[in-house]
């Protein structure tokens, strides 16, 4: 386990030090640790945005923007399928909703749009 935070970007926890700077070795990203943790102790909620931006809330309907292949099934979710009533979670896919055909299912915010 690494003594340095890990990257607020990717979430890599091989980060090093870089002078004043903390340097991520997969994103490349650099960040000054002390002006992190001002930042996530003022902006408590976390917002989760569509492909154009506009910030999704719980019971959002949205459109899927291209095919998404899903596994254990031979046929993908189309793109412009409507998909209603989205839930927000953690985690890599943050969306949680129901696709008629498909069931209860994860998505990720970047391959959807509000509608």
Known sequence: MSEFPP???CK???TYSNGILMVCPECFHEWNPTEVIEQTANDASDKILDSNGAELKDGDTVI????????GSSKPVKAGTKVKN??????DHNLSCKIDGFGSMGLKSE???KA
């Open 12 to 14: 890599c926890e091989f």
């Open 7 to 9: 990257c607020p970007k």
């Open 64 to 71: 899927v923007i291209k095919d998404l292949p899903v596994k």
């Open 86 to 91: 989205i839930k927000l979670t953690d985690g």
């Open 111 to 113: 391959f959807v749009r």
